[in-house]
């Protein structure tokens, strides 16, 4: 195989050196001329009827240019599904009624934010309260408060469903019925958020003419453009979207959001420009999270540790709409399926209203909690058969070439080699049980140590579902490399460049990006459904090869000589054994000009997962196929216990994965060691407090986000599984959500060892660890 | 978020600092760091007309009497009194508790004086209100508690670190005003009602702390309990002094602070008297840690339970009073 010269190389990242100098400009950085501010008058009740909005004396204000209601807009509603089992359900400005305490109801433009806030605090809006109800165990019962009536092909007496997902292969209950131990364990996760330090803003611009314009905080500007297009009824091409540095994201910033649409619509209103800006407590307090499941775990194995049947029920706290809540409960079996063998399986997956702000997704979108519920019960019951956590997970664990029950490949998998790394690396055998018994210098600190496993897909059908990339050679031979992937942090653009680099043969520095503008670069997936690496840079691989094709004939052609015989080299080609005969990309690009009606050498790529399956698969029966590219990863974690004070801390944490192969190993670095700290706040500290759907923490020093203080050593084994070859389609895999989803499972089991308390909800507390261990009574909702 | 707008003074004597006050009546807010007056006139808790900055007062470095008192400005910046030798050599108690004062950035601003003057904090309050909990509650001036709904006072926690070591150490404070300059100890200046923490009056500033030097046979700690290194207040915070006799066995006078727990530091007397006159030993530490843990009421807060906290005050002050114990006979810390 011929050597690579950037593929595989930790090449530092192409927006490294804007973002350390501050340069790099974000959406708050944008300042357009007569732009007016911007802000959104929300809900103070989780569940009322809106009497009547009084917006008068503001408009009396000085200053105030403009206020919108759900008067002004167009009555169309949005929503993270828009399908015909699940159609949009929000409107961008409540109508009628609110559902969740925030819930936008009216926004006002003025000259200045001083101005904008006070016209605020002059509008009256008169509510009738409703009963409201928070919890997703009451919600459902008969007789709750209905926040919307339960979705129409759900049969069961339940209330407040906003959707279901079932799915079954096998059968279970003879599997049970066949199996010498059945386990049956209830798991909760709580109310957590991304984090993301830039909160969001958009800036929108209208100009007469009807063009809209639009730099907004986002994921991808393709689907914001789709959205807001239809809200607004513009066509497509009439919106433009385009890129701002992005100041993280984390699953946060994919669907359109209100203060999008209201900024746009204040603009084509006052025919100036408005930024919205929400503000830290905003984002707290009304903006999506990520969601708390419910998980309800039956599983029946064999004497061996073969597992023979799981029963799973998950019930998703959702909110006031159904956000992405019917998504998180389709994944949820997902998530489930594929690490290990599961001859007989059921699942099923409800998603809940209450009068709870809506949830979004967030990096893992429902995978670290399922995987803490799958892998706690996995140790304790190898614990009850005696096997050891390692031999019981390689014993279940997929293999390469497996048919998944959905009709997915896991094609070639690494699992069982990560399982075993990360085990050897740790030493985990030796230490496992060790911890609990033995006594430390001032005897109040345990250590343990626990494993955990997941996988997770890499890139999957939603929509715009493709990517497209272009590749312009320039008169001086380098190249610009044209996609609509939005850089959220993640080094979108530095591989997609290593790739064309590669291709081409072109330096790195000399690859230059036009990135994320709905109008003038090509159509992409979005940078959320962990698609990047393999779809678009598939796309990216594609127009380069056209790119290094159309430049070999021309210079087979110029020297007459076999392509097979040519080779590239920094911007070069020459008959190979005589490199001193060389002809330059410049002077090719002049000769295609010349010779070949004008072009100056243009490549085009396209990528779509799963080429042939028409659609996502079924979010109701999880029918259809939902991935071709399976990451997986097996993650160790060691952590110390105070036994006094019951805080836990995270001394190490070793991720052993199947990335594929990595396209810029110091970015899965990174990744790796982002997911780590993301999952240690999940495990130990970070936790949106409520009470009545009210957040009591909206802000980072309430909101326990771990500094550098708690900050774990993070160590990992890079298990190789695929490759690259230039010219040739790649399979790799995703880095992005996978590797913050075993590690929580993994520091339950190690608290576990060191303790001897199983923790069924998270967060680890030091109140649960020390109510574990019978030091005081049981904790109280407080706050 | 931002500032409302208000007027700005920046008098460079605490003299016209506290004639400004009298003009400017109780409209007027002190800012020496602003660490905590800022980030709540920002969510709109309190609405000063006039922002009376004591930046540009010059501060008197650390002095130690002939009869052993430190005599601190309060206007010191809290990174000072951590870097201090002086302080260190005599007070390390205060020391070890400024240096656990939030975040090495906010060290650098706030000052002592600022600390303790801080105001009580509540998750339900210390946030905006502009679709969040409307409607005042006590310590906005209305009539109600969100955190226990039934309840008839505020339940706002105090919770400045400086605090609890400086009870402990028998601190007094200066107080000045347009009366005059009178000096109280630290415990006077709280009203133990957590609506208004403070008995300042509105035209007066604490102006200086004086601690008695500790001795060579004492020994002292601060134990500040909280889920994340750094920047967080804490949930229990436990300031220890054990001043030994001369064989550095026999504890003859004992200091138990404890702060974060209710509306002002509070001391545990019946863990106090059982340490005095006797010879320390673990068994007795821990006899201590339970007492104060049973003699002290404290408020849940901030996320913690009732019963962890008690748990933890134990914990802490058996943590606490243990590192007390080891550092008798060590002068300064460093």
């Known amino acids: ?783 | 978020m931002h500032l409302p707008r208000f007027e700005y003074f920046q008098p460079s004597t605490v003299e016209d600092a506290i004639h400004l006050l009298e003009i400017q009546k109780s409209g007027a807010r002190l800012a020496a760091g602003g660490t905590d007056l800022y980030p709540r006139m920002k969510y709109g808790l309190t609405r000063p007309e006039s922002i009376i900055s004591l930046r540009d007062i010059p501060v008197t470095p650390p002095t130690l009497s002939q009869d052993g008192i430190l005599n601190l400005d309060a206007f010191m910046p809290i990174k000072e009194v951590v870097n201090s030798r002086v302080i260190l050599d005599n007070a390390p108690l205060l020391s070890e508790a400024a240096g656990r004062v939030a975040s090495e950035e906010i060290r650098y601003m706030a000052t002592l004086g600022g600390n303790l003057c801080q105001e009580s904090r509540c998750l339900y309050y210390n946030q905006g209100h502009n679709f969040q909990f409307i409607e005042p509650c006590f310590k906005r001036g209305g009539d109600l508690c969100y955190f226990v709904p039934k309840g008839k006072k505020c339940l706002a926690v105090y919770m400045s670190d400086t605090a609890p070591a400086l009870m402990c150490l028998n601190a007094k404070v200066n107080i000045l005003g347009s009366g005059g300059e009178k000096q109280i100890p630290i415990e006077d200046i709280y009203s133990g009602d957590a609506k208004h923490p403070l008995e300042l009056g509105p035209t007066e500033i604490l102006s200086q702390i004086n601690i008695a030097k500790l001795t060579g046979s004492a020994g002292w700690a601060y134990k500040k309990f909280s889920l994340r290194g750094g920047v967080e207040f804490a949930g229990v915070g436990v300031a220890t002094v054990l001043q030994m006799g001369d064989g550095k066995k026999v504890c003859e006078q004992a200091g138990i602070t404890v702060g974060a727990i209710a509306a002002s530091p509070l001391r545990a007397s019946n863990a106090e008297s059982l340490l005095k006159g006797k010879e320390i030993t673990d068994s007795l530490l821990k006899e201590a840690a339970k007492a104060a843990a049973e003699e002290i009421k404290v408020v849940p807060h901030h996320g913690y339970s009732t019963p962890y906290l008690q748990e933890i005050l134990r914990v802490q002050t058996h943590r606490a009073l243990g590192t007390a114990y080891e550092r008798v006979g060590v002068v300064s810390q460093k």
């Open chain 1, 1 to 783: 195989m011929a050597e690579l010269d950037f593929v595989g190389k930790s090449i530092l990242r192409k927006d490294g050196p804007d973002k350390v100098t501050g340069r790099a400009s974000y959406t708050g950085d944008i300042k357009l001329p007569r732009m007016l501010v911007g802000r959104i008058l929300r809900s103070p009740h989780p569940h009322a009827k809106i009497l009547n909005i009084d917006i008068s004396q503001a408009l009396k204000l000085k200053g105030v240019k403009a206020v919108i209601t759900s008067e002004d807009t167009l009555g169309i509603k949005a929503g993270f599904v828009e399908t015909p089992r699940y159609p949009a359900d929000q409107y961008p400005l409540a109508k009628d009624r609110v559902r969740y305490v925030g819930e936008e109801i009216l926004a006002v433009a003025a000259t200045d934010a001083y101005v904008a806030e006070e016209a605020l605090s002059l509008i009256r809006v008169d509510y009738d309260p409703l009963p409201a109800v928070f919890d997703p165990d009451e919600a459902m019962k008969e007789g709750a408060p209905e926040i919307h009536p339960t979705h129409p092909k759900v049969k069961e007496p339940l209330s407040n469903i906003a959707g279901k997902t079932q799915s079954e292969w096998g059968d279970v209950e003879l599997g049970f019925s066949e199996s010498d131990y059945v386990r049956e364990d209830r798991f909760e996760s709580h109310l957590r958020t991304h984090g993301y330090l830039e909160t969001q803003i958009t800036v929108a611009s209208y100009e007469p003419g009807n063009k809209l314009n639009l730099w907004t905080s986002s994921m991808g500007p393709f689907l914001k453009r789709a959205k807001l297009a239809r809200l607004l009824d513009l066509p497509v091409s009439s919106v433009r979207v385009r890129k701002a540095y992005v100041g993280g994201a984390f699953g946060g910033k994919v669907d359109l959001y209100s203060h999008e649409f209201c900024a746009a619509l204040l603009s084509m209103k006052t025919g100036r420009p408005v930024k919205i800006e929400a503000s830290r407590e905003e984002v707290f307090t009304a903006y999506r999270h990520g969601q708390p499941l419910i998980m309800e775990v039956k599983t029946g194995v064999k004497k061996d540790g073969t597992l023979l049947a799981q029963q799973i029920r998950v019930i998703n706290n959702c909110g006031g709409y159904r956000g992405s809540g019917v998504v998180v409960i389709f994944l949820g079996w997902g998530y489930t399926m594929v690490p290990y063998r599961m001859a007989n399986f059921k699942y099923e997956g409800y998603a809940v209203y209450t009068n709870n702000p809506v949830r979004g997704p967030q990096r893992g979108h429902g995978a670290p909690q399922m995987r803490f519920a799958v892998e706690s019960q996995l140790d304790i019951i190898a614990e009850e058969l005696g096997i050891d956590p390692i031999e019981i997970r390689l014993k279940n664990a997929r293999e390469s070439g497996e048919q998944l029950p959905n009709g997915d490949n896991v094609h070639n998998c690494g699992l069982k080699e990560c399982i075993q790394s990360a085990a050897e690396h740790t030493q985990l055998k030796e230490k496992y049980g060790t911890g609990r018994t033995t006594a430390s210098p001032n005897g109040h600190i345990r250590n343990g140590i626990g494993i955990g496993v997941s996988s997770y897909m890499s890139g999957s059908l939603i929509y715009p579902n493709s990517s497209s990339v272009s590749v312009k050679m320039n008169d001086d031979g380098t190249a610009t490399l044209l996609t609509g992937a939005l850089d959220v942090g993640q080094g979108a653009e530095t591989i997609l460049c290593q790739i064309i680099a590669e291709e081409l043969k072109i330096p790195f520095e000399e690859i230059q990006v036009i990135a994320a503008d709905t109008e003038t670069t090509p159509v992409d997936i979005g940078s959320w459904i962990s698609g990047n690496a393999y779809v678009t840079g598939n796309a990216a691989r594609m127009a380069g090869t056209e790119v290094r094709k159309k430049l070999l004939d021309l210079a087979a052609e110029e020297m007459e000589a076999n392509v097979k015989d040519l080779v590239m080299e920094n911007k070069s080609v020459w008959v190979a054994g005589s490199p001193d005969k060389k002809i330059s990309y410049r002077k090719l690009i002049g000769a295609s000009i010349q010779k070949r009606r004008g072009d100056p050498i243009i490549g085009e790529g396209h990528w779509r997962t799963m080429r042939d399956e028409p659609f996502h698969p079924s979010l109701a029966s999880t029918k259809g196929r939902w991935s071709e590219n399976y990451a997986f990863d097996a993650q160790v974690a060691e952590v110390e216990v105070d036994t006094e004070t019951g805080q836990v801390r995270l001394l190490r944490a070793v991720t052993a994965h199947d990335c594929g192969f990595p396209i810029n190993p110091l970015l899965v670095e990174g990744q790796v060691d982002g997911q780590v700290s993301m999952a240690l706040g999940h495990a130990l500290m970070e936790e949106i407090l409520m009470k009545d759907g009210h957040t009591l923490n909206p802000n980072w020093l309430e909101y326990r986000m771990p500094t550098i203080h708690e900050t774990a050593k993070s160590e990992h084994i890079n298990v190789i599984t695929e490759s690259y070859e230039v010219g040739r389609p790649y399979r790799t895999k995703e880095v992005g959500e996978g590797l913050v989803s075993a590690l929580l499972g993994a520091i339950a089991n190690a608290i576990y060892d060191a303790t001897g308390v199983r923790l069924y909800s998270t967060p680890f507390s030091p109140e649960k660890i020390l109510y574990g261990l019978g030091k005081i009574g049981r904790n109280q909702k407080v706050s």
